[in-house]
């Protein structure tokens, strides 16, 4: 299998040629411009970033298709609903160290950068503090520093941002850095640009992959059975022959995937392609993201549901993540 779409020789070129304008959105989507005035108020307050590979996954002149809805600014962000917050699960309060986060005993995670191909709107980190939180060499130092002095701490996430947009360079540091430390058991990477973007995984960076000394989980951010193009599927197929494991967390999102059925393709195509379903999350109260929000009820109805619809193994955990907590709260259980 080759990667048939490749609209820039590299994926630098692609991450540089990013569709940020409203009009050109338009435009190449053939939507309608009276919506030009709200999306240009909503990306004012949180800036569009849409692969142009990922564009060319939206249906044309369809504003209510799953993947543009993920990514289009609208008017409902600017709305203020009770209850929704910049900082939802309160990750200020658990920020040691500049470009760290420790929230549960065992594992921390590290804002490697602030850097993401794409702006998906529902994102729980969209207020977070990155000017404050871009570690870089020396931060970094720092941050393997505090590891090799919190011994109960065996797992790190590579998280962001997304930690695939930064060089290979930079990524390779932090692999070593990581495992030179002996209490570090695993590596795991929080992405979602072998899905929007899956020409990042390039030849020279399963390499560095291969190279690292721990085993490796990659968990995916794929939200609709669209996603899964026969690039993503390739991109996943050069990570599973470096022994990376595959997993997917999605969010529960109305009008892109509250449907069971839906759901249930999401988890065959995930399967087919080698990634198994890990989580999906109620939605992060985040400010702006109230409109992609689904009462409990209505959440735990649809997971019923799909429960009925596979095989257990193929049934995401559905969790929610709440402040303070030791680990993600599970729902209807």
């Not at 430390?181 to 390499?207: C, D, E, G, N, Y």
């Not at 993503?232 to 494991?245: G, H, S, T």
């Not at 702006?288 to 735990?300: I, K, S």
Request: charged share 20%; aromatic share 8%; proline share 8%.
């Amino acid at each position: 299998m080759s990667v048939a779409y490749l609209p820039h020789p590299t994926w630098q070129d692609a991450l540089s040629d990013l569709v940020t304008d409203p009009e050109e959105v338009l435009s190449l989507l053939q939507l309608d411009r009276a919506l030009l005035p709200d999306l240009k108020k909503a990306a004012e307050y949180f800036p569009l970033r849409i692969p142009r590979y990922f564009l060319e996954r939206i249906e044309k002149g369809n504003f209510h298709d799953p993947l543009l809805q993920q990514v289009l600014p609208s008017g409902l962000e600017l709305n203020e609903v009770t209850g929704y917050s910049a900082d939802p699960l309160e990750e200020s309060s658990k920020n040691p160290i500049p470009g760290l986060l420790h929230k549960y005993p065992s594992r921390v995670l590290i804002t490697l950068t602030n850097a993401c191909a794409v702006h998906c709107r529902y994102c729980f980190r969209k207020n977070f503090p990155y000017a404050d939180n871009n570690p870089g060499k020396v931060g970094l130092e720092k941050i393997f520093t505090y590891l090799a002095a919190h011994p109960d701490v065996n797992e790190v996430i590579l998280s962001g941002g997304d930690p695939l947009a930064t060089n290979d360079k930079m990524l390779q540091h932090v692999f070593e850095g990581i495992s030179a430390i002996s209490t570090i058991k695993r590596l795991r990477i929080h992405t979602r640009l072998p899905i929007v973007l899956p020409q990042r995984i390039t030849p020279a960076f399963i390499t560095i992959l291969s190279s690292i000394k721990l085993p490796v989980i990659m968990v995916v951010h794929c939200n609709h059975p669209r996603e899964i193009s026969h690039e993503v599927v390739f991109a996943f197929q050069q990570l599973r022959e470096a022994k990376v494991i595959l997993l997917n967390q999605n969010v529960l999102l109305k009008g892109v995937n509250d449907n069971a059925v839906i759901l249930a393709e999401l988890s065959e195509a995930l399967f087919a392609a080698g990634v198994m379903p890990y989580y999906l999350h109620v939605l992060d109260k985040v400010a702006g993201t109230a409109h992609f929000d689904l009462p409990e009820d209505a959440a735990l109805q649809i997971y019923q549901e799909l429960n009925t619809l596979l095989p257990g193994y193929l049934v995401p955990k559905l969790v929610r993540e709440e402040p303070g907590m030791l680990s993600k709260t599970l729902i209807g259980v």
